[in-house]
């Protein structure tokens, strides 16, 4: 159960676009199409902004966008606000016995 | 609206035991699976244990594996965790977290946390 690794930070001026990465194995992000994506603010709970993948729940901006490519899954923030700073943690399915692995979490800050 | 409200958190010492609660509404508490998330102070988070909707199937993760107990009571829309030998690194804020589609690894729904902290 290794947490899946994500760069510790990330950042860019507003209206410019940053990449997360969050690479795992092929028992968890590579055998599956169950990566989410999570936004956690300062004292808060995170919050749900990607799921299987490249989906967005409702009230999510469009500016959040998800994609995987073998065992690596990515984050992009395009047009950054200044609400966009926060840390991100991918997660993903790992099968019944594991649910949930998740990264290591990325700091984002907005220059 | 989906409410999800912690309690039962506090100081312990090292081999003591606490039960957290976790009371839901706003959604048919029965039909969802439930997890347990934890993070360290500074740290990431961690996925501890989840419970099935009927309360028939529980996972845990290795690191509290023997000494933690996830059940739920479903006439009471209330899910708990009981938390047995604790040890100082079990010290975190304790979310719990729901699913709208089992199986799917996703948490959309998450309470705002109850903190346990471990220590002599």
């Known amino acids: 159960q290794s947490a899946l690794t994500q760069p510790p930070s990330a950042s860019g001026s507003p209206g410019q676009s940053v990449t997360i990465s969050c690479t795992g194995t092929?028992?968890?992000?590579?055998?599956?199409?169950?990566v989410s994506w999570y936004q956690q603010r300062p004292g808060k709970a995170p919050t749900l902004m990607i799921y299987?993948?490249?989906k967005r729940p409702s009230g999510v901006p469009d500016r959040f966008s998800g994609s995987k490519s073998g065992n690596t899954a990515s984050l992009t923030v395009s047009g950054l606000q200044a609400e966009d700073e926060a840390d991100y943690y991918c997660s993903s399915y790992g099968g019944s016995n594991n649910p949930y692995v998740f990264g290591t979490g990325t700091k984002v800050t907005v220059l | 609206e989906v409410q999800l409200v912690e309690s039962g958190g506090g100081l312990v010492q090292p081999g003591g035991s606490l039960r957290l609660s976790c009371a839901a509404s706003g959604f048919t508490f029965s039909t969802y699976a439930m997890s347990w998330v934890r993070q360290a102070p500074g740290k990431g988070l961690e996925w501890v244990s989840a419970?099935?909707?009927?309360?028939?199937?529980?996972y845990y993760a290795d690191s509290v594996k023997g000494r933690f107990t996830i059940s739920r009571d479903n006439s009471k829309n209330t899910l708990y965790l009981q938390m047995n030998s604790l040890r100082a690194e079990d010290t975190a804020l304790y979310f719990c977290?729901?699913?709208?589609?089992?199986?799917?690894?996703?948490?959309?729904?998450w309470g705002q946390g109850s903190l346990v902290t471990v220590s002599s």
């Open positions: 092929s028992s968890d992000v590579g055998g599956y199409n169950y």
């Open positions: 419970i099935s909707g009927s309360g028939g199937s529980t």
């Open positions: 977290a729901s699913p709208t589609v089992a199986g799917s690894g996703r948490l959309d729904f």
């Open positions: 299987e993948v490249t």
